[in-house]
């Protein structure tokens, strides 16, 4: 037997117009309850009363771990950018020349002879005749004596030489010869040049001097 309220369509010429419009009222609710119940979205869980259906909580999930991981990638890009302008920025940069070489001893042009200098006095007087010592010696380190010792020299930038004519006066011993008559009239880079004959044979050495 059918309820009242699941008439037959025989029956509902039985029922009046408001009995009618209620059975179709609680037909349409009853399909449409299914039709949530029974569809793949409404296996879901509660939360606060609420229903929440589990299609909508993992794509949620899924597009937070896939945003993090394109932060990363971006991240790690950007850096990798950055490096690469950076080594192209130092590789393209004018390198500065490098300065002149200021020792004080080193092997003559031929390396015939070990050479240094230094001032008698120990400093560099701009504007005033001093004298300078140079040591002579073999490359395996005995003294050169009675070597023949010319000096010229100047300021290759300013294309001048030496304002004086300096010259070796004495042999000091231990491969010691004074150089008198030396004089730097200006601040700047100055060349020394000495051309020496000794036994041993000729050779010349530059010494770079900086004011």
Not at 74 to 95: D, F, H, N, S
Request: aromatic share 8%.
């Amino acid at each position: 037997m059918h309820s009242p309220i699941e008439a037959t369509p025989s029956a509902a010429m039985y029922l009046s117009p408001d009995q009618f419009a209620a059975v179709a009222f609680c037909g349409r609710q009853r399909h449409a309850w299914r039709r949530r119940f029974f569809a793949p979205e409404a296996f879901s869980h509660r939360s606060g009363g609420k229903r929440i259906a589990s299609r909508d909580v993992m794509p949620r999930r899924g597009t937070g771990l896939a945003s993090i991981w394109r932060y990363l990638l971006a991240g790690v890009g950007l850096a990798a950018l950055l490096a690469g302008i950076l080594v192209i920025v130092y590789l393209t940069a004018p390198q500065s020349a490098p300065g002149p070489d200021i020792s004080r001893s080193k092997k003559t042009a031929n390396g015939l002879f070990v050479a240094s200098i230094q001032p008698e006095r120990g400093v560099i007087r701009q504007g005033e005749l001093q004298s300078w010592l140079l040591t002579l010696k073999t490359v395996k380190g005995d003294s050169v004596e009675g070597a023949a010792i010319s000096v010229s020299g100047g300021m290759p930038q300013h294309n001048h030489g030496l304002p004086t004519s300096p010259q070796a006066t004495d042999y000091l011993g231990e491969g010691r010869y004074r150089i008198e008559g030396l004089k730097f009239t200006m601040s700047g880079v100055w060349q020394l040049r000495f051309a020496i004959s000794a036994a041993a044979g000729s050779d010349t050495v530059v010494f770079n001097v900086v004011l």
